[in-house]
């Protein structure tokens, strides 16, 4: 049986195309990996996103999993339901995301997510946050901006069992900026797979 792992995707290359690189990059350790295991790659696709046949990604999937609709109403009697547990019975209850059910009904075995997460997800999430620039060049952002992606980085963290950053320096700020949530801080720097066969071809061709 596949082990299935599934990468909420909000970027489709046409405003970072890095992020575009570190998803292909991963997608291409994964399935070297271990070639004794059968892992499947499926993407869900953020509302906003739309990936072309095209795209580097595509070719990498298995399988594209719709982003469930997000229904007002659901989400406004989720809300009523959650208050009521607080203020009546001292309850503190978080309702399970829809798409923690859809990716669980479809055995899923983890979430990656670079998405700031809502609600509660019953499967392992692996978070990523590329960098933190909005700590390092405030000017290069209106203080809203800032105030969102802190936020947006906070509620991953805490939602995420396994946080990664892409560089030393990278999970540095994250140590500092998120103390309570260091123990889940892991390194996957950028990085460029060499094709197998350019060690085969000759030398000299390859530098001119």
């Known amino acids: 049986m596949s082990t299935q ?10 405003r970072w195309t890095g992020g575009v690189q ?39 999937l298995d399988e594209v999993i ?45 979430l990656f997510s670079a998405v700031a997460l809502e609600m509660r997800y019953r499967l392992p999430v692996i978070g ?15 203080p809203a901006e800032v105030l969102s992606r802190n936020e947006d980085n906070r509620k991953l963290s805490a939602a995420a069992q396994i946080i990664l950053l892409s560089s030393q320096s990278a999970k540095t700020d994250f140590e500092k900026l998120f103390p309570e949530y260091a123990s889940k801080a892991r390194v996957l720097p950028f ?13 000299e061709r390859v530098c001119k």
Not at 5 to 14: Q, Y
Not at 81 to 109: F, M, T, W
Not at 128 to 142: A, G, K, N, R, T
Request: proline share 7%.
């Open 22 to 60: 570190y998803l292909t990059n991963l997608f291409y350790a994964i399935r070297q990996a271990d070639p004794q295991k059968d892992y499947k790659i499926c993407a869900v696709l953020a509302p906003s996103v739309q990936l072309k046949e095209a795209s580097t990604l595509s070719v990498h």
């Open 128 to 142: 990523w946050i590329p960098d933190f620039q909005q700590s390092h060049l405030p000017e290069m952002f209106s």
């Open 191 to 203: 990085a460029t797979p060499v094709p197998e066969e350019i060690f085969s071809e000759d030398c």
């Open 5 to 14: 792992i599934a990468f909420l995707i909000d970027n489709d290359g046409t």
């Open 66 to 110: 719709p982003f469930p609709n997000n229904n007002l109403w659901l989400r406004l009697w989720h809300q009523k339901q959650i208050r009521v547990l607080k203020n009546r019975l001292g309850i503190r209850y978080q309702p399970e995301a829809a798409l923690s059910s859809l990716l669980r009904r479809k055995h899923i075995k983890a």
